[in-house]
């Protein structure tokens, strides 16, 4: 019966793949939040953004609420992390995962921001500035409570707050994600599922638009395992309401426990290709445990982008 479910499970995510030849019609433009889709972590991005089956850490709030679940219930967890994103933006978010007594379950609070420098404000009459400035920046922030039903299954579900604000413009909106796990037992073998943004329309101005609500399914697998070394698989499929369907493949291979090496790549990007990056953890108290990681993504025409994460664990 194990067999027979990991066997679905695996074909269940091929076949989609197929879409990828189709000659669909690609909504590009048309959605507004797309600070949403900016990965969050440097260990998921250095695996080339197939981290939905991983999804073990503080990070899964952004993953995969189902996530936090697997988190140990006598520890809590604190995720920074940090993007230089191009055009010289900056993309910061900080996740906590933590368990109340009594009460089956993980609970999980974050905040994350697309945010730009101030610029010198111009206009049609004064075209070399009127000695103002102005920003913009986007920001949402969430609640997570996720829970483990069986030894193998679990679910999650996060509800978020939206604001994206532009010189002395605002709006906010509410968006809901949903996410499962599930653990086939063999060969480490996960499977996981999150849908992300589902919500309600923004208006900015006088204009509404959708924000983009992604699908995405993939599976995660121990390839190779000793005394000292491991190194896991992963994939994952994910369908944007505003572009093509995107294939996800990456592979994280740990020595010791204490320094791990990810590599992964991003098919049918626009922008995103080969990814890689570095990882180390060490202690930082008698009872607490860190890790830094580092990860780098070819943003092809765009140049590069360049992460930094800092989690502890306590």
């Keep these: 019966m194990k067999k027979m479910i990991a066997v679905v499970g695996v074909a269940g995510l091929l076949i989609p793949a197929a879409a990828f030849s189709a000659n669909i019609f690609e909504k590009v433009g048309t959605f507004d939040g797309q600070f949403l889709k900016i990965e969050v972590g440097a260990r998921g991005s250095a695996m080339g953004g197939a981290f939905v089956a991983v999804a073990d850490d503080a990070?899964?709030?952004?993953?995969?609420?189902?996530?936090?679940?697997?988190?140990?219930?006598?520890?809590?967890?604190?995720?920074?992390?940090?993007?230089?994103?191009?055009a010289d933006l900056s993309f910061d978010q900080v996740g906590y995962v933590f368990h109340v007594k009594k009460i089956p379950g993980a609970f999980g609070v974050h905040a994350?921001?697309?945010?730009?420098?101030?610029?010198?404000?111009?206009?049609?009459?004064?075209?070399?500035?009127?000695g103002r400035t102005f920003d913009a920046g986007m920001m949402a922030a969430g609640l997570t409570y996720a829970r483990s039903f069986t030894d193998k299954f679990s679910a999650g579900v996060?509800?978020?707050?939206?604001?994206?604000?532009?010189?002395?413009l605002?709006?906010?909106?509410?968006a809901l994600d949903i996410g499962t796990?599930?653990?086939?037992?063999?060969?480490?073998?996960?499977?996981?599922?999150?849908?992300?943004?589902?919500?309600?329309?923004?208006?900015?101005?006088?204009?509404?638009?959708?924000i983009p609500s992604i699908f995405r399914v993939?599976?995660?697998?121990?390839?190779?395992?000793s005394a000292d070394q491991k190194l896991t698989g992963s994939f994952e499929f994910s369908h944007p309401p505003d572009n093509a369907e995107r294939l996800n493949?990456?592979?994280?291979?740990?020595?010791?426990?204490?320094?791990?090496?990810?590599?992964?790549?991003?098919?049918?990007?626009?922008?995103?290709?080969?990814?890689?990056?570095?990882?180390?953890?060490?202690?930082?108290s008698v009872a607490g445990m860190a890790d830094l990681d580092y990860a780098y993504t070819?943003?092809?025409?765009?140049?590069?982008a360049h992460r930094f994460s800092l989690r502890f664990q306590f």
Excluded: C
């Design 59 to 86: 990070t899964a709030l952004f993953w995969n609420a189902a996530g936090i679940a697997r988190i140990d219930a006598d520890k809590s967890e604190l995720s920074l992390n940090h993007a230089n994103w191009p």
């Design 112 to 130: 994350r921001a697309l945010s730009m420098q101030p610029m010198e404000e111009t206009t049609a009459y004064q075209p070399y500035g009127t």
């Design 158 to 168: 996060t509800a978020n707050f939206i604001h994206e604000g532009l010189a002395d």
């Design 170 to 174: 605002s709006q906010q909106s509410f």
């Design 181 to 210: 796990l599930y653990d086939v037992g063999t060969a480490g073998m996960k499977i996981g599922m999150a849908i992300s943004n589902i919500g309600s329309q923004i208006k900015f101005i006088d204009r509404e638009a959708r």
């Design 218 to 225: 993939g599976t995660s697998a121990t390839l190779m395992q």
């Design 249 to 284: 493949m990456g592979a994280e291979y740990s020595f010791r426990k204490y320094v791990f090496l990810r590599g992964g790549y991003n098919f049918n990007y626009d922008s995103e290709g080969v990814a890689g990056g570095v990882g180390f953890h060490f202690p930082v």
């Design 298 to 304: 070819d943003m092809k025409d765009l140049g590069s």
